[in-house]
């Protein structure tokens, strides 16, 4: 499976300010997402980072809220903008494996807003 | 409307005591049923995926089973560094929009404590 690494590992944050969170993968990959895991709940997914178009996002999730891009098949980025406290979770990129429809999560970022 | 319910919320064992947890799960059609180990602080690890009702998958104490209404995953004399939550997801069938074939939606985990 692909090796994903993400920065910052974690970061604290203060209110109103932007944090952009970067995944990078060591081989080529078709399709990567972006995930939230929220203290004590379950991981929900934010958007499909699509190579060379928009991010598809799922309902509940803006795009002037969570930017990404995806220059290439090996990178992306998810910016948390204008933060709240409420924003405060684990966000974890995750790709799609070749074989099969499984997906393999980056070790997450850690964000807290003060 | 797809939901998954992962049950116990928490589950402490003593090494050695077997045990199972339980996903059900509500979804218009299955595409696929994931489970996940997650350690505290990292990731979650990709365990299993099932396809099918009846399909079953092992690796090392880990046994997946699958209905068409929930899954199991057994825990054979269980060790301590089996310590976990277990996260289940299934995948729908979907359109092009909200993911499209692949997304997938978590239950909430089961943390699972193994005591020396």
């Known amino acids: 499976s692909a090796v994903i690494s993400q920065k910052p590992s974690r970061d604290i944050c203060q209110r109103g300010t932007s944090l952009t969170i970067q995944c990078q993968v060591d081989s080529q990959v078709t399709m990567m997402f972006w995930y939230r895991q929220q203290p004590g709940q379950s991981l929900t997914l934010i958007a499909t980072a699509n190579q060379g178009s928009e991010a598809t996002y799922e309902s509940g999730f803006v795009i002037d809220k969570f930017p990404i891009s995806r220059p290439n098949l090996t990178f992306s980025t998810l910016t948390v903008s204008n933060m709240s406290p409420e924003d405060s979770s684990i966000y974890l990129c995750?790709?799609?494996?070749?074989?099969?429809?499984?997906?393999?999560f980056g070790p997450g970022t850690r964000l807290t807003v003060l | 409307e797809d939901q998954v319910t992962q049950s116990p919320e928490a589950l402490r064992l003593q090494e050695g005591e077997s045990s199972s947890l339980n996903c059900s799960y509500t979804?218009?059609?299955?595409?696929?049923l994931f489970w996940y180990r997650q350690d505290p602080g990292k990731g979650p690890e990709f365990l299993f995926t099932?396809?099918?009702a009846g399909e079953e998958k092992e690796k090392e104490r880990l046994k997946a089973t699958l209905t068409k209404k929930e899954s199991f995953l057994h825990i054979t004399a269980p060790k301590p560094e089996d310590s976990a939550t277990y996260l289940c997801a299934v995948q729908p069938h979907r359109g092009p929009r909200s993911g499209g074939y692949n997304k997938l939606i978590f239950g909430a985990g089961t943390r699972l404590a193994v005591h020396p």
């Open positions: 995750s790709v799609k494996g070749s074989t099969y429809n499984e997906q393999f």
């Open positions: 979804v218009s059609g299955l595409r696929g």
């Open positions: 099932l396809y099918s």
